[in-house]
């Protein structure tokens, strides 16, 4: 028989904790930064819906499903949307079917980004596809210079053209990762902010359990062994920051979310001067596994060299109020198609999921539909 116990990320029992960490690493997919406990106790410091349903068989945990509890029986990942992935993580031989899941964990339905299912658990799962790019850094044996990828002779020529030009009018290129200066921080966050006001999109660093969590993991102590933290790498040409990424760490991988340029560099192509630079100093500082995720896949497939295919959807659970939503659901779905709308209402329903996600009271979520609705035509153009 299979049990639930709905526990905070901060009240997990040692053991528990331990047995969500053995997961991790028994299956690679399980072992990003943002699937880890560690990272949604981080959530947990700066949101009070973290839950961790934990499910046992004979008192044994077996599987741990983390997510934010939102009214009405509803959930999303921990941290989304800033979490790329959803996951029940669990060990290789666990059967367990994700809608029963829910119904045992009492969610109605749940909000699936980027769903990792290496046992099936989600069989029969429909979501929109979506492609996730990664860059593996594992040495390999025999293996010199940069990881091979999908950057031609030609393109990567055009990209040493590039940096050369750089540094010839403003200075030497330089990666300075991991870098702790405050004011290279604000900076990033400074300048991505002001290119979502520019382009028309919702400020998605705005909210204020955002920039908490922000704050915390980039003012973290370094402990790439065990400890989650803020990893953000800055380029500089003659000292001065040009790009930075940023992101969580746990142990050898990095997942950054956060990736900004000075606009003022834009001539020189700077993001593909870094992420053809990258390799060398993630490798020397012990990174073996840069995760690019979804999004932007117009340069990810030339400088990743793995590839995955997630998806995105809502699951609903196996109880009478999931069956009843899922009808609803596909009622309008339906709907959308008949009137020819169906890529519309579905575009709508992703922008809406998104703002909901980060404003977590009725006034910021109105005002982020009216500020929506007010930028459509420049997000368009």
């Known amino acids: ?11 997990l029992s040692e053991i528990d904790i331990a047995a969500w960490r053995d997961m991790a690493k028994q299956t690679f997919a399980f072992g990003s930064p943002v699937l880890s406990w560690d990272f949604c106790a981080a959530v947990a410091q700066v949101r009070d819906d973290v839950k961790v349903a934990v499910f046992r068989r004979e008192g044994k945990a077996i599987a741990f499903l983390p997510h934010h509890r939102r009214p009405g029986q509803f959930a999303r990942p921990v941290g989304a949307p800033f979490n790329d992935y959803t996951a029940l993580i669990s060990f290789p031989d666990t059967a367990f079917s994700a809608r029963e899941m829910l119904a045992l964990a009492g969610i109605r339905a749940f909000q699936v980004s980027g769903l990792i299912d290496p046992y099936g658990a989600f069989a029969g799962f429909e979501g ?16 010199t210079g940069e990881t091979v990828n999908n950057v031609d002779k030609k393109h990567l020529k055009n990209i040493n053209r590039l940096r050369r030009r750089l540094e010839e009018e403003h200075g030497e290129v330089r990666f300075e990762l991991p870098d702790f200066t405050p004011e290279h921080f604000e900076a990033m966050l400074a300048i991505k902010r002001a290119q979502t006001a520019q382009t028309g999109i919702h400020d998605f ?3 204020p359990w955002v920039q908490a969590l922000m704050r915390n993991l980039f003012t973290r102590p370094a402990d790439t062994e065990m400890e989650l933290y803020g990893h953000l790498t800055t380029v500089t040409a003659g000292g001065k920051p040009i790009i930075w990424h940023f992101g969580p760490r746990l142990g050898d991988r990095v997942h950054p979310w956060v990736s ?3 606009p003022a ?11 053809q630079g990258c390799q060398s100093p993630l490798r020397e500082l012990g990174v073996n596994y840069y995760d690019l995720s979804t ?9 990743c060299n793995t590839h995955s295919v997630v998806h995105h959807g809502r699951l609903y659970a196996a109880s009478g109020e999931g069956r009843t939503a899922e009808s609803l659901s596909r009622l309008i779905d339906r709907g959308g198609k008949v009137l020819g709308v ?14 909901a996600s980060l ?23």
């Open 265 to 275: 560099y834009s001539a020189y192509s700077p993001g593909q001067i870094f992420l």
């Open 1 to 11: 028989m299979t049990t639930c116990d709905l526990i905070s990320a901060r009240d």
């Open 205 to 207: 660093l705005s909210a």
């Open 359 to 381: 404003e977590l009271d009725l006034g910021g979520r109105v005002n982020g539909t009216i500020y929506a609705f007010a930028n459509a035509r420049k997000r368009l153009s």
């Open 342 to 355: 169906s890529h519309l209402t579905r575009r709508l329903g992703r922008r809406l999921d998104h703002l």
């Open 295 to 303: 999004g932007q896949q117009h340069y990810k497939n030339a400088f």
């Open 128 to 143: 929109e596809a979506e492609d996730a790019y990664g860059i593996d850094l594992t040495p390999k044996k025999g293996e």
């Open 260 to 262: 900004a340029f000075d």
